[in-house]
Antibody
Framework: EMQLLESGGGFVQPGGSLRLSCAASGFTFSTYALSWVRQAPGKGLEWVSAISGDGSSTYYAKSVRGRFSISRDNSKDTLYLQMNSLRAEDTALYYCAKGLTTAMGVWGKGTTVTVSS | DIVMTQSPDSLAVSLGERATINCKSSQSLLYSPDNNNYLAWYQQKPGQPPKLLIY???TRESGVPDRFSGSGSGTDFTLTISGLQAEDVAVYYC?????????FGQGTKLEIK
């Protein structure tokens, strides 16, 4: 069974940093692009960032470009999201999902990020 | 960026009846070289991650009941739930994966009348 498991969320003050992780299992990790999608409390889905299977190409939403950095370690089947200069509007449940130029067929349960003073 | 607009924002349908959700994209999602529409539908129940229902606009994901169907091409798409069941109460999202940033519709909340 294909699975994704996020971790690393937490409470941080504005301007702070967090690194999210997403551990994958049940599929050939390096074959697939992966995305981070977030959902603010009571709101809809917002794609944040994505990375190609080999890690050579990365993509960002305008709202996070320059502050967030996506990476992956294919030897550990793990996806990362380094989030710097966090703002209140970054508060959300962060999902990792399998896919970018394909539909997102596998999602993790998410990890919560709260940015507040 | 491609803007995805769903209608209605909310919908109440009686059990056993048909629910129809529309999704319009600001530009065509039909990629001529492969003749595919890069459009997906997701279902999200409270406290759960989204679940893929439909991809390529009309292909049902494995394990999804056949009462869920997708149609449309270009810029106009529809998700139809035939014979609504209580477990279909959820928020439904369309999403384009034609280009980055991939974008989602605002969501349609489906309830039982």
């Amino acid at each position: 069974e294909m699975q994704l498991l996020e971790s690393g969320g937490g409470f941080v003050q504005p301007g702070g940093s967090l690194r999210l992780s997403c551990a994958a299992s049940g599929f050939t990790f390096s074959t697939y692009a992966l995305s981070w999608v977030r959902q603010a409390p009571g709101k809809g889905l917002e794609w944040v960032s994505a990375i190609s299977g080999d890690g050579s190409s990365t993509y960002y939403a305008k709202s996070v470009r320059g502050r967030f950095s996506i990476s992956r370690d294919n030897s550990k089947d793990t996806l990362y999201l380094q989030m710097n200069s966090l703002r209140a509007e970054d508060t959300a449940l962060y999902y990792c999902a399998k896919g970018l130029t394909t539909a997102m067929g596998v999602w993790g349960k998410g990890t919560t990020v709260t940015v507040s003073s | 960026d491609i803007v995805m607009t769903q209608s209605p924002d909310s919908l109440a349908v009686s059990l056993g009846e048909r629910a129809t959700i529309n999704c319009k994209s600001s530009q065509s999602l039909l990629y001529s070289p492969d003749n595919n529409n890069y459009l997906a539908w997701y279902q999200q129940k409270p406290g759960q991650p989204p679940k893929l229902l439909i991809y390529w606009a009309s292909t049902r994901e494995s394990g999804v009941p056949d009462r869920f169907s997708g149609s449309g091409s270009g810029t106009d798409f529809t998700l139809t739930i035939s014979g609504l069941q209580a477990e279909d109460v959820a928020v439904y999202y369309c999403q384009q994966y034609y280009t980055t940033p991939c974008t989602f519709g605002q969501g349609t909340k489906l309830e039982i009348k």
